[in-house]
């Protein structure tokens, strides 16, 4: 049987280093760079991280400002990590004193003649920043090509309203992604029998989500990316709940999140650290107001960021060389399916497993990977896109990254994927369980348990 994907499409997705295809559609666009918190105060250590494969230094100055740029000093490529923060936000290396500001002027070269202009002639790889939400956000392409700051739900709220994390994880970007398009996987390596419990005795209309076993997905064009729906079924089986789950180029997706008590959603951004791992993010936010310590607790827990080691950039606390302690004796006991606690964890686990980039010429997908499909296809189309030079997804002007559609909606099983993409008229509540739960089908069970 011919492969699906080849070799080459592979490689055409998966490395974003400079001058590749897929990096330089993903410089056109602003997306997270780290979280507000590795600068908390602007007599921060400078620290360095590498984006898009680039070996970059991060420091805030005594204005607040975030600089973001090459890591290695212009002059003969010192690291700046060790470099003296100025008072107007610029680094000054510590081997000969070049001073170097966060726009990448050059404006200090101390040992050079009282008169020289050679300061001038030289220029240094910086990218802007804007912080929004708890994120240091970047733009790492041409500056002519700079689009508006993204005004997503979350980036016009107060930082009160907002829960944002990132993780580090050992693997490529798009294996990471292609978990978020992957219906069927929820059923199986989420499943915990304490959360299937939380569930089935919670309030929410969610409460009685079934362990549906062979959810259905379905994909439109958007102009921004590519507008999907997973329709999973509830108790009663002539109901379900649709998920209305958008790919956002480049690597964005966004949930509706009424599960942790929030009215905003769930926003996901797989940002390349080099092509061999990548930093999850994860945003929850509360249009209606703001989000308690005890939201923020709870949400740190569902979302699986307890176990993130914050001292060793950001990797989690569970690697152990091996395969992050998983739990052999949950999965026998029937607490657990994966032996995995924690989302986050259970989807790093398994990504890590398939190796730093996955070869998918040895795949065999099938009906279940339907939305993975169609999103390697969107990137390739869109790849396309670049190299003809028409507009890009999502760069539109008149984009308004705050209307794109993340939702749950209530409706008959039998309602086809396509109407419900079609209509926005859709019962969204997932308030009021009315019905009694003790009949609900335990997925435990469905598994032959
Ligand atoms: S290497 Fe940085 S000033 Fe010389
Ligand atoms: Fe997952």
Partial sequence: ?????????????TRTGPGTPMGTLMRRYWFPAFLSERLPSTDADPF??????????????????????DARCPHRRASLVLARTEDDCALRCIYHGWKINADGRVLETPPEPPNSRFAQSVRHTAYPTREAGGIV????GPPELRPE????PFNALSGDQVWANHFYQPSNWLQGLEGDLDAAHGGYLHYSRDEWERQRNSNSRLGKFLFDPRPQTAAEPASWGLQTAFRYHLEDESE???WIHPLVSP???????AEDGVDGGLFHAWVPSDDTSHYVYSVVWRAGGPLTASDRARIDTTQGYTAVDKGNGYVSANWDGYRYRQDRASMTEGRSFSGFEGVHLQDLAIQHSMGPI???TGENLCTEDYLVIQARRFFLETLKKLERGEELPGLAPDMDYSAIEHRWVFAPADT???EVLASKDWDSSAEENTRDVSTVKDAWSALGH
């Fill in 416 to 418: 086809s994927l396509a």
């Fill in 358 to 360: 996955v070869d998918r």
């Fill in 137 to 140: 956000w970047t733009y790492m």
């Fill in 149 to 152: 700051f993204p005004m997503w």
């Fill in 251 to 257: 690597f964005f997706t966004m949930f509706s999140h």
């Fill in 240 to 242: 379900a709940v649709f």
């Fill in 1 to 13: 049987m011919a492969k699906l994907f080849t070799e080459e499409e592979n490689t055409l997705l």
């Fill in 48 to 69: 360095e991280i590498n984006l898009l494969g680039e070996r970059l230094v991060a420091f805030r100055g005594r204005s607040g400002q975030v600089g973001l740029m």
